[in-house]
């Protein structure tokens, strides 16, 4: 997930400087090492208003926006689906990320009160069937996740 991306996920509290630190740790390299991941090692990692002021270095751009939600919602429904058996009801919860994510149109899809965009009429199907069809919307909008071949690209749902 880019530094731009990762930002715009602090500024509304989805991650916080913990995650921000470990992720630096993560990225480390010294033979590779960019200037934001390096200015967060050398910060304390407890300390906000210095996390924040890195951060706020990362300009984040409103025409990116969309493309930083789409990593966001990438994540955010990755990482449900790999716990969806643990969950009760994981539709719900795809609800609840489509308002935090400002309802963005590319995941409206996948939402249980939004109509789908495929043709598929729901008043024609059973329960059990418009939810196998949810699953597989939920399914196939992850493998676009997994295989954009660039996290900056722009993903079409």
């Known amino acids: 997930m880019s530094w ?3 930002s715009y996920g602090y500024s509304r509290g989805w991650i916080d400087n ?3 630190f470990n992720l630096a740790l993560e990225r480390y390299n010294p033979s590779v090492s960019d200037d934001i991941t390096s200015s967060i090692l050398l910060t304390d990692a407890h300390r906000s208003d210095e996390i ?3 951060l706020a270095e990362v300009m984040v751009e409103e025409s990116n926006r969309d493309l930083l939600i789409r990593e966001w919602a990438c994540l955010f429904l990755s990482n449900l ?3 969806r058996a643990d969950t009760r009801d994981p539709f ?3 609800d609840e990320i489509y308002a935090e994510l400002d309802y963005p149109e590319f995941m409206a899809h996948l939402v249980t009160y939004m109509p789908s965009v495929d043709g598929w009429r729901s008043e024609d199907h059973t329960r059990e069937e418009n939810t196998v069809h949810l699953y597989d919307e939920w399914r196939a909008f992850i493998g676009k996740c997994e295989r954009s071949p660039n996290e900056s690209q722009s993903i079409n749902y």
């Open 52 to 54: 924040e002021s890195i």
């Open 18 to 20: 913990k995650d921000i």
């Open 92 to 94: 719900t919860i795809i």
């Open 81 to 83: 689906w790999d716990s």
């Open 4 to 6: 731009s991306a990762l």
